[in-house]
């Protein structure tokens, strides 16, 4: 069957002639939907899956046939709109069939579909799924105009203000996360709760031993997996390292620009986990899981900015960073309480906070620190001087995370900011402000700071504080009302995000 007869065959898929109605694939896209169609049919594809993600950072999905996904490349496909009212445990937090959904967005008012649209740049076959392939989306209203929820599009925002500024955003994935075995395979009806029961696994590897040789080929077999499917669908890991934990890995990438570095973490995730689970292995990045001797894992972003001409504008001939990377450092300084929101969105995250962690406890930078909240990583004349932001954790939204990170930091040029005296030694020990210590503080800060609401949007800020608080209060609510306190709180979070992320 050709892709003319596929594309015949699909009527009722989306909204026909969407795409193009509303002129939402660059040429660059029409080219590559051409390239995905015929790709489709000459590798015998059956199914495609159409991915967009939500608020929290996770992958929604539906399986598409053939001809179905080459008809959404240019009709788009219909989804529910409702993944945009659910928390972690899939509650619904907003007054979801008030006027707005809830959220103050007309078009949200009822549960309705959205369209969804395959970006077909970055189509990939997944080699651990028979004849299937992947496609991120991205998500509009039935008139055309952004889903202003949709992570990606707060991304994209982004970096279009900074292209015309004529710069690039460049980024680095430096990402650590547990493996684990499960227990059983087995679903038992007492697990099928909301949210489900905690599974239930035991350790891989022993801990302890940062970066031993013996620890890593003591997981072979799994890392070898990984590397394998993460290199089959272009994301060669550039290394892999034994972390402090049992079973705790670090992965990092090769720099990317743009949108790049935040799909390729949604893709990085979701290929982690369901190549670990076809071999009997639960993959989690939650920060800190509430397991015996298990450690807090992070995510450090590094970054820099690019002129038109490909030269690195933090890169200074006589200083450690340029003024302009001096700016930029100021704004993620000067952002950091409210920028927390975004990086570190669980309760469970705010843990790995803690002085003499390697995680910041407080915000202040410093050179080739890895104690303080902004390392800068370079020299005079380096041309590969760089930022490395260790706020986050690994469960962040990277598309919320890369956002708030190059608005702060644009802040921070835009008005000539100034960043504090560096930290030279004990950053612990340095008088500098603190970080929030819970996600209830830190949605407080990102209420009270303006910069975000002018950035993303109020919609976005108003929803995620919305959300967040909701699913604070859940665990205020579990906590505060049981006879043992400390372990309902442990186990809560358990629940809460140990398989969600």
């Known amino acids: 069957m050709t892709a003319a007869n596929f594309v015949s065959a699909a009527s009722g898929i989306g909204r026909q002639?969407?795409?193009?109605?509303?002129?939402?694939?660059?040429?660059?896209?029409?080219?590559?939907?051409?390239?995905v169609a015929e790709q489709i049919d000459r590798l015998g594809i059956k199914t495609i899956r159409a991915v967009v993600v939500d608020q929290h950072g996770t992958p929604r999905a539906k399986f598409l046939s053939p001809h179905a996904a080459i008809s959404a490349l240019s009709s788009g496909v219909d989804f529910s709109g409702a993944i945009y009212s659910m928390d972690t445990a899939n509650f619904v937090y907003p007054a979801a069939f008030a006027a707005g959904g809830g959220l103050g967005i007309d078009e949200l008012t009822g549960f309705p579909d959205v369209v969804i649209v395959p970006d077909p740049t970055t189509f990939r076959v997944l080699p651990w799924a028979?004849?299937?392939?992947?496609?991120?989306?991205?998500?509009?209203?039935?008139?055309?105009s952004p889903v202003p929820l949709d992570p990606r599009h707060v991304l994209r925002t982004q970096l279009?203000?900074?292209?015309?500024?004529?710069?690039?955003?460049?980024t680095g994935l430096e990402v650590e996360f547990y493996l684990t075995r499960r227990h059983s395979p087995a679903i038992g009806m007492h697990d099928t709760t909301q949210p489900p029961a905690a599974l239930a696994v035991e350790p891989v590897q022993l801990g302890y031993q940062y970066l031993s040789e013996v620890r890593l080929d003591s997981l072979h077999d799994p890392i070898t997996a990984l590397r394998d499917g993460l290199a089959a669908i272009g994301l060669p890991p550039r290394?892999?390292?034994?972390?402090?934990?049992?079973?705790?890995?670090?992965?990092?990438?090769?720099?990317?620009?743009?949108?790049?570095?935040?799909?390729?973490?949604?893709?990085?995730?979701?290929?982690?986990?369901?190549?670990?689970?076809?071999?009997?292995?639960?993959a989690t990045f939650m920060c800190r899981?509430?397991?015996?001797?298990?450690?807090?894992?992070?995510?450090?972003?590094?970054?820099?900015?690019t002129d038109a001409a490909g030269e690195n504008?933090?890169?200074?001939?006589?200083?450690?960073?340029?003024?302009?990377?001096?700016?930029?450092?100021a704004g993620q300084l000067a952002h950091a309480p409210a920028m927390a929101a975004f990086a570190i969105p669980t309760v469970n995250g705010y843990s790995r906070l803690a002085p003499y962690s390697f995680a910041p406890d407080r915000i202040s930078w410093g050179v080739e620190n890895r104690g303080v909240l902004v390392r800068v990583q370079g020299a005079p004349g380096d041309p590969g001087t760089h930022l490395e932001n260790r706020l986050a954790e690994p469960a962040a939204n990277p598309y919320f995370l890369l956002a708030a990170d190059l608005a702060a930091g644009r802040d921070g040029i835009a008005r000539g900011l100034q960043p504090p005296p560096a930290v030279i030694s004990d950053p612990y020990?340095?008088?500098?402000?603190?970080l929030p210590t819970t996600l209830l503080d830190a949605i407080g800060e990102l209420d009270k700071d303006p910069l975000y609401r002018e950035q993303f949007g109020p919609e976005v800020v108003d929803s995620y504080l919305l959300m967040k608080r909701a699913e604070?209060?859940?665990?205020?609510?579990?906590?505060?009302?049981?006879?043992?306190?400390?372990?309902?709180?442990a186990h809560w979070q358990q629940r809460e995000y140990f398989e969600f992320y």
Not at 130 to 144: N, P, Q
């Open 429 to 434: 020990a340095n008088p500098a402000p603190p």
């Open 313 to 329: 504008v933090f890169r200074s001939s006589d200083a450690v960073l340029s003024p302009t990377g001096m700016g930029y450092l």
């Open 289 to 305: 899981p509430l397991l015996p001797n298990f450690f807090a894992s992070g995510w450090h972003l590094h970054a820099s900015l």
């Open 239 to 282: 290394a892999i390292e034994d972390e402090w934990g049992p079973g705790q890995l670090e992965i990092s990438f090769s720099p990317m620009t743009g949108l790049d570095s935040a799909d390729a973490m949604i893709l990085f995730r979701s290929a982690v986990k369901q190549i670990s689970a076809r071999q009997g292995l639960h």
């Open 472 to 489: 604070y209060a859940r665990f205020e609510s579990a906590r505060d009302t049981a006879d043992d306190p400390d372990t309902a709180a």
């Open 130 to 144: 028979d004849s299937t392939a992947w496609m991120l989306c991205d998500a509009y209203f039935s008139t055309g």
């Open 160 to 170: 279009k203000r900074l292209a015309e500024q004529g710069l690039t955003y460049t």
């Open 17 to 35: 002639g969407f795409v193009a109605e509303h002129g939402l694939h660059t040429a660059d896209q029409q080219a590559a939907a051409a390239a």
